[in-house]
Every structure is written in structure tokens, then in C-alpha cells.
């Protein structure tokens, strides 16, 4: 797959010693409820091992909690953004 193309898929990219991980965030509307502080989100995740080294994925954890971050319109950008 192009590079460009995994750009417009997975707008979210981080690198750690070759090891590239990429993110797409969704905002799913029609299973959130704001008035009752309840937000879904999915995730696709798609990781790449740029190394000559094979590695294995052995745990995973998000930075921030999503109590920390409710908001009722943005883009996946920008919420990404926030938990940076």
C-alpha cells in the first residue's frame, strides 16, 4: 500500500526505534449519548516493523483517560491531538 494511502487511512502516526505505529479514531454518533456522558470511539490500529529486528507486541495501554477527554464535536485529529 502507497505510503500516501495509509496517510489519508491512518492520519495518526508515532515512531519508536523503527517500529511505526498508526491510528485511525472514529467517532461513533449514533451509539454515543453526550447527555449521559457516554462517547464510543474505534479504533484501527495498524503496526509496522521497519527494523531488522523481529519484536512482539506484549502489552498495550493509552496515555489518557477518556474521563479526562470528552468532547461533543471533533475529528478524530483533534481528539488524538488532545491525548498527546
Not at 496517510?7 to 454518533?29: E, G, H, K, M, Q
Not at 479526562?68 to 464535536?73: A, D
Request: charged residues 20%; hydrophobic residues 45%; aromatic residues 10%.
Amino acid at each position: 500500500m502507497a505510503s500516501d494511502a495509509l496517510s489519508v487511512l491512518f492520519p495518526n502516526v508515532a515512531v519508536t526505534r523503527d517500529i511505526r505505529v498508526r491510528v485511525a479514531v472514529s467517532y461513533l454518533a449514533e451509539q454515543s449519548n453526550p447527555q449521559l456522558n457516554r462517547w464510543f470511539w474505534s479504533y484501527h490500529i495498524r503496526i509496522e516493523n521497519g527494523s531488522d529486528l523481529s519484536v512482539q507486541l506484549l502489552s498495550r495501554s493509552w496515555g489518557s483517560s477518556m474521563a479526562e477527554v470528552q468532547p461533543t464535536k471533533c475529528t478524530a485529529r483533534e481528539w488524538w491531538a488532545r491525548l498527546r
